[in-house]
């Protein structure tokens, strides 16, 4: 199965995904949230940062859970636009 490229869509909901878990992790460790939530501390980085911006939907299950969110929350977070895309055309 062939990976389809990733859209500029795909790029910006990845860095959404990002903010809102480094925003929900606050103070604490990187450490204290990969070791609850089951994943490597390097995965939690780059799905903060936006490098991984479609990640298993379990993996993201396991965070939003790690940081106290229901998956509603996450999802509502997600669906208000921020400033930075609601400038952005409409593909």
């Known amino acids: 199965m062939v990976r389809q ?3 500029q869509s ?3 909901r990845g860095e959404r995904l990002g903010d809102a878990l480094r925003a929900a992790r606050g103070d604490r460790s990187m450490v204290q949230i990969a070791t609850a939530a089951g994943i490597s501390v390097e995965t939690l980085r780059k799905i903060e940062r936006g490098r991984i911006p479609t990640p298993a939907f379990f993996t993201v299950a396991a965070l939003a859970d ?4 229901s998956l509603d929350d996450l999802c509502r977070r997600l669906a208000t636009p921020s400033q930075d895309t609601a400038s952005e055309p409409a593909a």
Do not use: I
């Open 5 to 7: 490229p990733l859209t």
């Open 10 to 12: 795909d790029r910006v």
């Open 66 to 69: 790690a940081v106290g969110l």
